[in-house]
């Protein structure tokens, strides 16, 4: 079998030592996982998840009268808070999810990426994909890089025409600094050829699955006081209970088939001593 996810953080390895501008990024702050997304079904092929943001300011939630704007009630206090996600002694900075098999099926000739690439193989696209979510870690704080317009403003979405054009200029200089093709050819085969030639492909996900680490809602105890001049009912915050924290003893390999997935229970794990 294919460790999918596996292979893209070796590659990725690869492109960071090779590509100038991503030289700043420390692999072993960035870990690459699965996520649940069919080839015949619309959506993401990958998503960079940035889990070293620093807490929200605190917060409420309230309840305005519509007749005369006053509060009529709030909720507790409360901030955001980024999970902490550590492997082996490193803290964890950045996820970085691939759907699959959606992503192994990706083709350059379904997408606006190909007018870029002109007479590129097809398994290109999935290298733009890989260097697209690179390019989101941020080099000088912790979030998802800004793309700055030429007006000096920031895009809201984070990409903007420029990001784009960034990253084939990454990719075909990754291309062209003559890497082994054994770090890369797993990227030439689609999920079917990968299930043939391989016997399978499997990928690092949470034991969760389908949920991932994502940034929560705590709320704070003790309360600060009420914000300045608001006397109105306060509201207890129902919050779900969630993990905060994993380890690599919460990552479990998955086996992904064309519509579903399955757990694969690690030879040895239950065998008692
Ligand atoms: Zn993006």
């Not at 292979?7 to 649940?36: H, K, N, Q, W, Y």
């Not at 015949?40 to 092929?45: K, L, P, Q």
């Not at 979030?143 to 025409?161: L, V």
């Not at 600094?177 to 492909?201: I, K, M, N, W």
């Amino acid at each position: 079998m294919i460790n999918y996810t596996e292979r893209i953080a070796l590659l990725m390895e690869d492109i960071v030592a090779r590509v100038p501008t991503l030289s700043f990024i420390d692999m072993g702050r960035i870990m690459v996982f699965g996520r649940a997304g069919r080839s015949d079904a619309e959506g993401a092929y990958a998503t960079c998840h940035c889990v070293c943001l620093p807490a929200s300011e605190p917060g409420y939630y309230f309840w305005r009268d519509r007749g005369t704007g006053n509060l009529t009630r709030r909720s507790e206090w409360f901030v955001t808070k980024s999970p902490v996600v550590t492997i082996g002694t490193k803290q964890i900075d950045y996820m970085i999810s691939f759907t699959l098999p959606r992503f192994c099926d990706q083709m350059m000739s379904r997408s606006r990426k190909q007018v870029h690439y002109e007479g590129q193989p097809n398994w290109v696209a999935k290298l733009d994909t890989i260097v697209h979510e690179l390019y989101h870690v941020d080099p000088e704080r912790p979030g998802i890089r800004r793309m700055e317009r030429a007006d000096g403003t920031y895009c809201a979405n984070s990409h903007g025409h420029r990001f784009f054009e960034d990253v084939v200029e990454m990719v075909k200089l990754y291309i062209a600094s003559d890497p082994d093709p054994a770090v890369y050819d797993f990227l030439q085969y689609d999920f079917e050829e990968l299930t043939a030639r391989c016997g399978g492909v499997v990928g690092s996900t949470f034991r969760s699955f389908p949920s991932y680490p994502q940034r929560f809602t705590e709320v704070l105890n003790p309360q600060p006081a009420a914000p300045e001049g608001v006397t109105c009912r306060v509201e207890p915050l129902k919050v779900p209970r969630v993990m905060t924290r994993f380890t690599e003893d919460d990552l479990v390999i998955r086996e992904f088939l064309p519509h579903t997935s399955r757990q694969l229970i690690r030879r040895g794990k239950f065998v008692a001593a």
